[in-house]
């Protein structure tokens, strides 16, 4: 499994915030932030999947080799890849 790309980020937040909160408190709220949107995207890519009865893959083929363009099924591919592609790229931070 390939190694997310780590970087070190400096918060700044009011005094009142920091003395209310503490640092491992400000770090689960920033991962249940990035867990929520991981499966947000996850929750689309399912329902994509129930639509048309077929993986990503699957359906992207069919819908690149149709002969007939298929106006709705082209804006859902291009949804599903777009909720794809951002499931991926949360999939890569650490949980």
Same mark, same amino acid.
């Given at each position: ?17 920091? &003395?209310?909160?503490?640092?491992? %408190? ?8 990035? +867990?929520?949107?991981? #499966?947000? *995207? ?18 992207? &083929?069919?819908?690149?080799?149709? %002969? ?8 859902? +591919?291009?949804?599903? #890849?777009? *909720? ?12």
């Amino acid at each position: 499994m390939q190694q997310a790309a780590m970087k070190e980020i400096k918060l700044m937040l009011p005094a009142n915030v920091v &003395e209310s909160l503490a640092r491992n %408190e400000i770090v689960s709220l920033l991962m249940d932030k990035i +867990l929520n949107k991981k #499966e947000y *995207y996850l929750t689309r890519c399912n329902e994509m999947e129930q639509k048309y009865g077929k993986p990503y893959t699957a359906f992207k &083929e069919q819908v690149e080799n149709s %002969e007939k363009e298929e106006f709705e099924e082209w804006d859902d +591919l291009i949804e599903w #890849e777009a *909720y794809e592609l951002a499931y991926k790229d949360c999939k890569k931070s650490p949980d």
